[in-house]
């Protein structure tokens, strides 16, 4: 007689008592993905009370399934299902289906390539002006006078708002990325002016405070046709000035790093400049300027032998994923010569960046411009990170720009 099988018990997940959110982890998060990597496929993190995934399988296969993971919770660390969200819920990024398909139906095509084609002479153009100016000085700040002059430059006209406040829409976003966070002293030193600064971000929403003819005005454009409601127009054209600046500004920053810190690539690049795009995904890859959003259970839901019980949140480590060993060679090096896709650093699935053609865009036309003029970027004093909950970043690159 032989005993039927018995079905494997689930196991406890291993215990993991770093704090992710603690400014040494923010600082140089790499020892802390591979002990989470290393500690399985799925971990809990006791302090919080949450789990964390940091393998590339087990983070694809949850961003994938949106039916067991779900983002109607937040995709912080706040459980929405028990806690009142700090702003109104975004209705792309903060909710599931049935409720995200006519937001994203009507975003996607206003961000999609074809409706990017007539933005990209001029956004080059642009690319090109600021590259020229740089050149004439002798050293630059690469955050500052690059990586966030650029985007501030194209981006908030392309969504059509006005040029008075404009200075807002930075630490907007560095409040809103800490907030996914813990309420740690990152939230607590953007509590004082958060409020001002959201209500200028909300009343550039507005209809009559918008361009004619931006993605703004196309969003209201949806409402029109009914395609979305009237009443859900300006939390979509928040979604743009939320997640479209600091994201753009941090990842061409880490693309600019990313050639500092291997200047042969940058070799590789000037010789063939179409490799931008790639360069680009392959720094998304390495530097993952979203490095965490979370997920909530459904259901239990079992991963590696473990069960995720109903409710609890999973913090999903996109950074820890596209730098998983197991999927990538090499991974700390930044190759261009690698084939970056399938990189979780845009999420994936339902939710994948529906702003990435925006993004790329943005860093082509930089990339392009600074390739044509430009034969070394070189370092030219100390790096300074920016710490924040979420983004990986940096507050200064100072570098030089040897003109070709
Ligand atoms: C991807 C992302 C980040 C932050 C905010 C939003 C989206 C939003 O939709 O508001």
Redesign the pocket.
Known sequence: MTAPIPARTPAPAPLLHDDPFSDDVLADPLAFQHELREAGPVVHLPQYDVFAMGRYAEVHAALVDWQRFQSGAGVGLSNFRKEQPWRPP?????TDPPHHDAPRDVLGPILAPRALRGLRESWQAVADELVDELLSRDEIDAVTDLAEAYPLRVFPDAVGIPREGRENLLPY?DH??NAFGPDNGLVQKGKPTIVATASWVDAQCRRDVLTKDGFGAAIWEAADRGDITQAQAPLIV??LL??GVD?TVHAIAAVLHGFLTAPDQWQVLRRSPSAARIAFDEAIRWETP?QTFFRTATTDVLVGGTVIPDGHKILMFLGAANRDPRRWQDPDAFDIGRDPSGHVGFGMGLHQ?VGQHVARLEAECVLHALAARVRAIEPAGEPVRHLNNTLRAWESLPVRLVPA
């Open positions: 975004s209705l792309l990024l903060e976003g809103l990325f928040r979604s939320s997640a994201t979203v960046c």
